[in-house]
T-cell receptor
Framework: GAVVSQHPSRVICKSGTSVKIECRSL??????MFWYRQFPKQSLMLMAT?????????EQGVEKDKFLINHASLTLSTLTVTSAHPEDSSFYIC????????????FGPGTRLTVL | EDQVTQSPEALRLQEGESSSLNCSYTVSGLRGLFWYRQDPGKGPEFLFT???AGEEKEKERLKATLTKKESFLHITAPKPEDSATYLCAVQAWLNQAGTALIFGKGTTLSVSS
């Protein structure tokens, strides 16, 4: 399967600041990456679909101006949480798809964001 | 509305005590059903993809099966290292490729020696 990395693994920031999270596909080129958010004891919830070279597609209820996604290359997508607040504290995970058809997704190790 | 429900929420087993985890789903056209394992503080690790009713897949002590309404993850003679949260997810047929997964809340398995 695909190898996906995320950076940083943990970040603590003050309320009102912005945080950038990187997602890298290490061993193949990913035209599509996904960003998920997971709250404690909850399921993974899709935030947005990141397409290389075009605008991301956001799920209903996710503010595109707050969660900025850039997929500038086939191996890198970034998620920037702007003006973060304590309620944005969560576990953010990216994934990449391999091939066509039923798309098996391979996930990164996740980024734990804590907003004070 | 597409939906995935996993049961039980938590399961405690003794080492060697086999059991099954359930994933019930409602989806408008199943494209694929996926099982993942997630350890605390880590991203999900891919286990299986099932495409159609009647399909089965195995990996070591794990076996996944699929019907038109649910999937089971059978764990045979589990070991403590099998302790983790097991996630089920479905992907529906939509008008575009690269569609996202809909996840259940998971079953947290604890295996004691």
């Amino acid at each position: 399967g695909a190898v996906v990395s995320q950076h940083p693994s943990r970040v603590i920031c003050k309320s009102g600041t912005s945080v950038k999270i990187e997602c890298r596909s290490l061993d193949f080129q990913a035209t599509t990456m996904f960003w998920y958010r997971q709250f404690p004891k909850q399921s993974l919830m899709l935030m947005a679909t990141s397409n290389e070279g075009s605008k991301a597609t956001y799920e209903q209820g996710v503010e595109k101006d707050k969660f900025l996604i850039n997929h500038a290359s086939l191996t890198l997508s970034t998620l920037t949480v702007t003006s973060a607040h304590p309620e944005d504290s969560s576990f953010y995970i990216c994934s990449v798809t391999v091939g066509l058809g039923p798309d098996t997704q391979y996930f990164g190790p996740g980024t734990r964001l804590t907003v004070l | 509305e597409d939906q995935v429900t996993q049961s039980p929420e938590a399961l405690r087993l003794q080492e060697g005590e086999s059991s099954s985890l359930n994933c019930s789903y409602t989806v408008s056209g199943l494209r694929g059903l996926f099982w993942y394992r997630q350890d605390p503080g880590k991203g999900p690790e891919f286990l299986f993809t099932l495409y159609s009713a009647g399909e089965e897949k195995e990996k070591e002590r794990l076996k996944a099966t699929l019907t038109k309404k649910e999937s089971f993850l059978h764990i045979t003679a589990p070991k403590p290292e099998d302790s983790a949260t097991y996630l089920c997810a479905v992907q529906a047929w939509l008008n575009q490729a690269g569609t996202a997964l809909i996840f259940g809340k998971g079953t947290t398995l604890s295996v004691s020696s």
